[in-house]
């Protein structure tokens, strides 16, 4: 199957031919030694996509439900969550929290900055806190956290980080052995993520690792309020794939399977340089439209932008206009929609597909009456991809 449109909305992104034979294969019982291996290497390496000696978790569910089961296995009614968002989807740890009676603070940035290290350092040592949520990304903003700085304040307030890398993960490093600051007891709690995202496969998994310390809050818990989210009953699944709790996206554990082979080939070091270099190179292109990026650019994620429309463009007009090329953007929301476009550059989205993308903004610009030089912007482009990757030679 091949690609007809070129889909650069912040998730789902760009699906490559590899994964589509994948997902074609044979549908087998989910207890079929030939299904439990492919499930089991899944588990295995992505295990090894967090570098955690902990344990992981890939079950049928969207990012939504990784985001309940970070919550709800680690965290009991009445006990305290501070939330640092960056936009909508760190807000909805909000919304989460209440359906469960957890006590929840949060600390919001105005939209496209980032949260000044100092208030949660302060609002850390007003309380304790049970755990804290960071959005590794945020695709309502385009705005990145700083892990190096956010982990070791919290891991010293004694509360558990827990990290949503929804539109992070297989895209930016995290890594859950990593000592931040150089210190042992400084490391993520959980990460948690779906497929749609930088991961590069069809929407329908939820994925989530659980570090020791994560795993032993959970015991300590007892019993907590789900059944399909709480890890206990995914434990013996996860350690034996051959078992049985619910049944798994047969079809999507071979997607899966063929996108962290993709992905451990790449080596995430490579793939972070170049998710780096293809958002520098987005943002500097469009910027010669007169596109501007809401994030300041030293907190902008290198996964998806939010782009601020010049006066005098129509947002349904020009991403009709776009659609009609083939190139499929996503409006903003909340306070921005209408007021701003955001464009996916992450996953296994080639290069070749953000430069047809560049053109093909810059002519419907062109359309509204905004002046443009393509040829300068394409070649911004490519120059700036040419200057990133050699400089992390
Ligand atoms: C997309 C997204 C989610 C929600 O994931 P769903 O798969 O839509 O449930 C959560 N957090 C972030 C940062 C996201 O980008």
Redesign the pocket.
């Known amino acids: 199957m091949k690609n007809k449109e070129i889909l650069l909305v912040?998730?789902p992104t760009p699906v490559v031919d590899e994964i589509y034979e994948a997902l074609a294969s044979e549908t087998r019982g989910h207890t079929d030694p030939r299904f439990v291996a492919i499930y089991k290497r899944a588990i295995e390496n992505t295990k090894k996509l967090f570098n955690t000696d902990g344990e992981v978790f890939v079950v049928a569910?969207?990012?939504?439900?990784?985001?309940e089961m970070a919550i709800v296995n680690t965290v009991a009614e009445g006990e305290r969550l501070l939330v640092i968002s960056h936009g909508y989807?760190?807000d909805?740890f909000i919304s989460l929290s209440k359906a469960f009676g957890i006590e929840v603070d949060i600390l919001q940035a105005e939209w496209g900055k980032r949260v000044d290290v100092a208030f949660v350092k302060e609002k850390l040592s007003t309380g304790a806190y049970k755990a804290v949520t960071i959005?590794?990304?945020?695709?309502?903003t385009g705005v990145s956290s700083d892990l190096e700085a956010l982990i070791p304040i919290i891991k010293e307030a004694g509360a558990l980080a827990i990290v949503?890398?929804?539109?992070?993960t297989a895209a930016l490093q995290e890594d859950m052995s990593k000592a931040y600051g150089g210190n042992e007891d400084y490391k993520i709690d959980i990460v948690?993520t779906?497929?749609?995202?930088a991961i590069g496969i069809p929407?329908g998994l939820?994925i989530i690792a659980f570090s020791q310390q994560a795993i032993a809050a959970r015991e300590a818990l007892g019993t907590v309020r789900a059944y399909y989210a709480d890890i206990e009953n995914w434990r013996p699944v996860m350690d034996n794939p051959a078992s049985y709790f619910a049944t798994p996206p047969v079809n999507l554990i071979y997607a899966y399977d063929k996108a962290l082979d993709i992905v451990l080939t790449e080596g995430m070091e490579r793939r972070e340089q170049r998710h780096i270099s293809y958002g520098r190179a987005v943002r500097t292109a469009l910027r010669t439209y007169g596109l501007m990026p809401l994030a300041d650019e030293m907190a902008a994620a290198p996964t998806?932008s939010c782009i601020l429309y010049p006066e005098g463009v129509d947002d349904t007009k020009f991403r009709s206009s776009l659609a009609a090329r083939g190139v499929i953007v996503a409006g903003s929301l909340a306070h921005l929609a209408g007021k701003a476009f955001r464009i996916g550059h992450m996953g296994n989205t080639k290069e070749e597909q953000l430069a047809e993308a560049i053109t093909a903004i810059g002519e419907v610009l062109g359309e509204q009456g905004i002046k443009v030089d393509i040829q300068e912007a394409v070649k911004i482009f490519n120059n700036t991809i040419a200057r990133e990757s050699k400089a992390a030679l």
Do not use: E, N
Request: aromatic share 4%; no cysteine.
């Open positions: 912040p998730g569910g969207s990012g939504t439900l990784a985001m989807f760190g909805r959005t590794h990304a945020d695709t309502s949503d890398g929804v539109v992070a948690l779906g497929s749609q995202k929407p939820a998806l």
